[in-house]
Antibody, heavy 118, light 114 residues
């Protein structure tokens, strides 16, 4: 079955960097686009970024553009999110998710919590 | 701020039916080209969201037919019939916005079973 396991979350000071990873299994990773979606404590879902199946195309939310970079290593079935210049408002659970196509997301990881605080 | 608007909450007694609206615009739900399909997600307390409906009205394997979706113009609707206590959750709509080149989600609707 499809599994998405995030890692790399934690507490980080404002302005610092953090890299999230997502290990994918149970499907042909290199055939699908992948998203990062986040959820601040007690708030709704916020889309962060999308990467195409081969990594050639990337899209970002305006709130993270220029600070976050999504990437993937299809040889390792792993998705990444490099987060630089972190702000307090980046505090959230970050979900690694699989794109179904047609704008839908069919699988979600369990999430990893990122807390930006001094 | 979310691009798609949903009511904050809906409630009904067990066995009853509820509907949740999702209002967008011509650049997302009402887009007649590309990825204008609407999806719906259920988020039970303390868990990750789960896909309920995709392509406006299709159910993934394992999702009961008590859940249904529809789209008309720039709005979409999720229907839940035969409401159960296990349906208490927050529900989100989502789609691709062609103007933003971004996935967008609704504001979320909390369903309460009375």
């Amino acid at each position: 079955q499809v599994q998405l396991v995030e890692s790399g979350g934690g507490v980080v000071q404002p302005g610092r960097s953090l890299r999230l990873s997502c290990a994918a299994s149970g499907f042909t990773f290199s055939n699908y686009g992948m998203h990062w979606v986040r959820q601040a404590p007690g708030k709704g879902l916020e889309w962060v970024a999308l990467i195409s199946y081969d990594g050639s195309n990337k899209w970002y939310a305006d709130s993270v553009k220029g600070r976050f970079t999504i990437s993937r290593d299809n040889s390792k079935n792993t998705l990444y999110l490099q987060m630089n210049s972190l702000r307090a408002e980046d505090t959230a659970v970050y979900y690694c998710t699989k794109d179904l196509g047609g704008g839908a997301i069919d699988y979600w990881g369990q999430g990893t919590l990122v807390t930006v605080s001094s | 701020q979310s691009v798609l608007t949903q009511p904050p909450s809906v409630s009904a007694a067990p066995g009853q039916r509820v509907t949740i609206s999702c209002s967008g615009s011509s650049s997302n739900i009402g887009n007649n080209y590309g990825n204008s399909y609407v999806s719906w997600y259920q988020q039970l307390p303390g868990t990750a969201p789960k896909l309920l409906i995709y392509d406006n009205n299709k159910r993934p394997s394992g999702i009961p037919d008590r859940f249904s979706g529809s789209k008309s113009g720039t709005s979409a609707t999720l229907g839940i019939t035969g409401l159960q206590t296990g349906d208490e959750a927050v529900y989100y709509c989502g789609t691709w916005d062609s103007s933003l080149s971004a996935e967008v989600f609704g504001t979320g609707t909390k369903v309460t079973v009375l």
